[in-house]
């Protein structure tokens, strides 16, 4: 019974390491950045822009990886990392940052606002997210909640204040199809649900953050209204977005986690 306690104990070791060491080399290749590159605090973007702005601000080099982008300051102690769009690759970099331990990752994206008082370019705090992506369930049963981390949202919510932006609470409804704007039945779901916003990564990123013992948050701009009349986006209104909040949204998300640096090395007690 000892020897194959030990033998057991033995093969969990070098399965470890062998899934340590893939996940570590998935990372780099997709990434274009070395492990010890990675700093403790994380922003996630859907957009090359952020990444651009991020590297120009503060005076980095851009990583390009086989599928993302990277950029990491050293000296602020924070990564930003472009991983394109969608669940499937939200739970894929959520999975891959778990290897490097991270204290905080922060989701920049954008939403659709739902409700008749939002306006484009409020922010959204998503405190909740409704698992209708599918990718999740393949990391936490279906009756796990998808829920922000709210130690990082309540940053979140005090850094917006702040800065005198306007902000909404609530929960946001994740799906896996981008033309849901068309899909009358889909739409009456939405408003059966009472969400407040919709995307197609914040279930994800939280379950699977959840998972993976990543803390994870999202700091979300309104950048369209597809339940009004022309509300949804087009390339036109995204250009004019960009152009106007980006800016602000990653300036603010910087904000959140060097708010929470200076937290931690204070010594104050919080949990993830």
């Known amino acids: 019974m000892l ?6 104990e033995a093969m969990e070791q070098i399965n470890t390491f062998s899934r340590d060491r893939v996940g570590i080399s998935t990372l780099e290749r997709y990434t274009g950045s070395m492990k010890d590159e990675f700093q403790p605090y994380i922003l996630l973007s859907n957009f090359k822009h952020y990444v651009n702005i991020f590297s120009k601000k503060f005076h980095v080099a851009i ?10 300051s050293l000296k602020n102690k924070i990564s930003i990392i472009d ?5 499937p690759v939200a739970a894929l970099i959520t999975e891959l940052i778990s290897f490097v331990c991270p204290n905080a990752v922060l989701m920049l994206g954008m939403c659709g606002g739902l409700r008749n008082e939002y306006e484009v370019g409020d922010f959204f705090n998503p405190v909740a997210a409704i698992r209708g992506e599918g990718t999740s369930n393949d990391y936490m049963p279906p009756q796990v909640p998808a829920l922000s981390s709210f130690v990082i949202q ?4 005090e850094e917006l204040e702040r800065r005198e932006l306007k902000y909404h609470n609530g929960v946001i409804h994740t799906t896996n199809v981008r033309f849901w704007e068309f899909n009358e039945e889909f739409k009456k779901v939405l408003i059966t649900e009472r969400v407040q916003a919709v995307d197609m990564e914040c279930a994800t990123l939280f379950t699977v953050g959840f998972a993976k013992l ?7 701009l309104i950048s369209d209204l ?10 036109e ?10 800016g602000t949204h990653l300036d603010t998300g910087i904000m959140v986690l060097k708010n929470i640096q200076s937290a931690e090395s204070k010594g104050l007690a919080y949990h993830f």
């Open 226 to 235: 597809p339940l009004k009349p022309g509300g949804v986006k087009t390339k």
């Open 83 to 87: 991983y394109s769009v969608g669940s």
């Open 63 to 72: 990583r390009q990886g086989s599928v993302m982008r990277s950029c990491h």
């Open 3 to 8: 020897d194959d306690n030990l033998e057991k």
């Open 214 to 220: 990543v803390p994870m948050g999202a700091l979300m």
């Open 237 to 246: 209104s995204a250009r004019v977005v960009f152009q106007k909040y980006t």
């Open 154 to 157: 309540r940053y979140v919510c």
